[in-house]
């Protein structure tokens, strides 16, 4: 039987003020759209409320009793009503939001009706209590997937304002590291019965890939399993870790706009699981430690169970954990992230900005010194915008690992800004250079290499 899934008082309340006093009302379950012998018949009982849903052009009958019926048919559901004792049939707009900040309040107007579907966990209903409480085995859990302390920290206080708020945070984490490390125990067996199994839900590469979003329909956590960088899927999640909104597309529901409640979670062993910018204030990387089965404390279902008895302790520190939003939307720069970020850059793009803030010593250390003669390296110890385009076809190799024609480095180059030309006279010979404009604001680094 189809239900609302609203916390009983609320609803009675809300559909009180559209039906007046509830009434009491059975009817046997069906196929949508076909009316049952009790519809046919009709029953003394109160009429339903006729709407008609915004997003999807369904009609929907709301009963006193709780139960929603939606039909395609305007004339089908227009004599369903009438069965019911309703005389004039008016559909009025009708229309569901998912709302984790404001968990079982739905709101009724005048001219329709706007219900909430989002339903919190029970954890997330319990009163949270002053005593300390001991969750031995998550606590191990989390330590592993996290070994970083800071890290592991600013994760509690990112959990902890969705579970107690149920915001945006606008950030995401990346955990990174081998099968077996306890990531997807800890997404399945902890985060997903304490934010509810309706609100999350894991996915995969093929998610991102897709145009066809609608099971990031109505979530609140979801985890990417086993990503790796893509063009197609970056600008896609950049969208889904900030945007207020979201537009949701599904092959049989035309394309709708929501609003936006996703908290994001990868999980990758490659070297590059999502694109990330120089500056980027998006995403918290981290390293897994290793395997479980290496680990004293890990006895397979034991812990599964171990856990279970643990998560209301673990939602009870949770619920006074003294969480602060503002940190919660920020990121930690660490090494991970920094290798993350370094993996990513394009090599012509990482080659560019070594030319342009004369770095020196790292434009020697990308390339093997078997390759670089004494001329070469006479060269660069003089850079001042300008090399030979021999010399920087030698570090393009060194930086990108593949060999590369001076006519492609050439077309690359002069659409990063880096024009050619020849130089000045050197006996009989003019040089061929590559030339280019320095950073407007070489850091400490940049003059400590000069």
């Given at each position: 039987?189809?239900?609302?899934?609203?916390n009983?008082?609320?609803?009675?309340?809300v559909?009180?003020?559209?039906?007046?006093?509830?009434?009491?009302?059975?009817?046997?379950?069906?196929?949508?759209?076909t009316?049952?012998?009790?519809e046919s018949?009709?029953?003394?009982s109160?009429?339903?409320?006729?709407f008609?849903?915004e997003?999807?052009?369904e009609y929907v009958?709301l009963?006193?009793?709780?139960r929603k019926?939606?039909?395609?048919?305007k004339?089908?559901?227009?004599?369903i009503?009438?069965h019911y004792g309703?005389?004039?049939?008016?559909?009025l707009?009708?229309?569901e939001?998912?709302?984790?900040?404001?968990?079982?309040?739905?709101?009724?107007n005048t001219?329709g009706?706007?219900?909430n579907?989002?339903?919190?966990?029970?954890f997330?209903r319990?009163?949270?209590?002053?005593?300390?409480?001991?969750?031995?085995?998550?606590?191990?859990?989390l330590e592993?997937?996290i070994?970083?302390?800071?890290?592991?920290?600013?994760?509690?206080?990112?959990?902890s304002?969705?579970f107690?708020?149920?915001?945006k945070?606008?950030t995401?984490?990346?955990?990174?590291?081998?099968?077996?490390s306890?990531?997807?125990m800890l997404?399945?067996?902890?985060?997903t019965?304490?934010?509810?199994?309706?609100?999350?839900?894991?996915?995969?590469q093929d998610?991102?890939?897709?145009?066809?979003?609608?099971?990031?329909?109505r979530?609140q956590?979801?985890?990417?399993?086993?990503?790796?960088?893509s063009?197609?899927a970056a600008?896609?999640i950049?969208?889904w870790?900030?945007?207020?909104q979201?537009?949701l597309?599904?092959?049989?529901?035309?394309?709708?706009?929501?609003?936006?409640y996703?908290?994001?979670?990868?999980?990758?062993?490659?070297?590059?699981p999502?694109?990330?910018?120089?500056d980027d204030?998006?995403?918290n990387?981290?390293?897994?430690?290793?395997?479980l089965?290496?680990?004293?404390?890990?006895?397979g279902?034991?812990?599964?169970?171990?856990?279970?008895?643990?998560f209301k302790?673990f939602?009870?520190?949770l619920k006074?954990?003294?969480?602060?939003?503002?940190?919660?939307?920020?990121?930690?720069?660490?090494t991970?992230?920094s290798?993350?970020?370094?993996?990513?850059?394009?090599?012509?793009?990482?080659?560019?900005?070594?030319?342009?803030?004369s770095?020196?010593?790292?434009?020697?250390?990308v390339v093997?010194?078997e390759l670089?003669?004494?001329?070469?390296?006479?060269?660069?110890s003089?850079l001042?915008?300008?090399?030979?385009?021999?010399?920087?076809?030698?570090?393009?190799?060194g930086?990108?690992g593949e060999s590369?024609?001076?006519?492609?480095?050439?077309r690359?180059l002069k659409?990063r800004?880096?024009?050619?030309?020849?130089?000045?006279?050197d006996g009989s010979?003019?040089?061929?250079?590559?030339?280019w404009q320095s950073s407007?604001?070489?850091?400490?680094?940049?003059k400590?290499?000069?």
């Amino acid at each position: 039987m189809n239900k609302l899934w609203f916390n009983p008082g609320i609803l009675s309340k809300v559909l009180d003020d559209t039906f007046g006093d509830e009434g009491s009302l059975t009817v046997p379950e069906s196929a949508e759209g076909t009316p049952t012998d009790a519809e046919s018949i009709g029953d003394h009982s109160e009429p339903p409320a006729c709407f008609l849903e915004e997003i999807t052009g369904e009609y929907v009958l709301l009963f006193p009793s709780g139960r929603k019926q939606k039909y395609r048919s305007k004339a089908v559901a227009r004599e369903i009503a009438s069965h019911y004792g309703q005389e004039e049939v008016t559909f009025l707009p009708y229309r569901e939001i998912y709302d984790p900040t404001q968990p079982n309040l739905p709101v009724s107007n005048t001219d329709g009706l706007v219900l909430n579907v989002y339903e919190s966990s029970d954890f997330q209903r319990q009163t949270a209590k002053v005593v300390a409480p001991k969750f031995p085995i998550i606590l191990a859990l989390l330590e592993n997937v996290i070994p970083d302390k800071v890290s592991r920290d600013a994760f509690l206080n990112w959990l902890s304002v969705i579970f107690n708020t149920g915001k945006k945070t606008g950030t995401a984490w990346v955990i990174l590291g081998s099968q077996g490390s306890g990531k997807t125990m800890l997404f399945e067996r902890v985060l997903t019965p304490l934010l509810g199994e309706d609100n999350c839900t894991e996915l995969n590469q093929d998610a991102l890939s897709s145009r066809f979003n609608h099971l990031l329909h109505r979530k609140q956590l979801v985890c990417f399993n086993e990503v790796h960088s893509s063009k197609q899927a970056a600008e896609r999640i950049k969208t889904w870790v900030t945007e207020d909104q979201i537009r949701l597309e599904d092959k049989t529901v035309r394309a709708s706009i929501n609003r936006n409640y996703l908290n994001l979670i990868f999980t990758s062993n490659s070297q590059v699981p999502v694109a990330l910018e120089a500056d980027d204030r998006r995403f918290n990387v981290v390293r897994t430690g290793g395997p479980l089965t290496e680990l004293t404390w890990f006895n397979g279902s034991a812990t599964i169970r171990a856990i279970k008895r643990e998560f209301k302790a673990f939602a009870q520190f949770l619920k006074a954990y003294p969480y602060a939003e503002a940190d919660a939307r920020r990121t930690i720069m660490n090494t991970e992230k920094s290798r993350v970020i370094e993996a990513g850059v394009n090599p012509l793009d990482r080659l560019v900005e070594l030319l342009r803030r004369s770095r020196k010593n790292d434009l020697c250390d990308v390339v093997d010194s078997e390759l670089l003669d004494e001329h070469d390296l006479s060269e660069l110890s003089n850079l001042d915008n300008h090399l030979t385009k021999e010399l920087v076809l030698k570090l393009a190799a060194g930086i990108s690992g593949e060999s590369m024609t001076m006519t492609k480095l050439t077309r690359e180059l002069k659409s990063r800004g880096i024009s050619e030309s020849r130089g000045k006279a050197d006996g009989s010979i003019r040089k061929r250079e590559y030339t280019w404009q320095s950073s407007a604001n070489p850091d400490k680094s940049d003059k400590e290499s000069a």
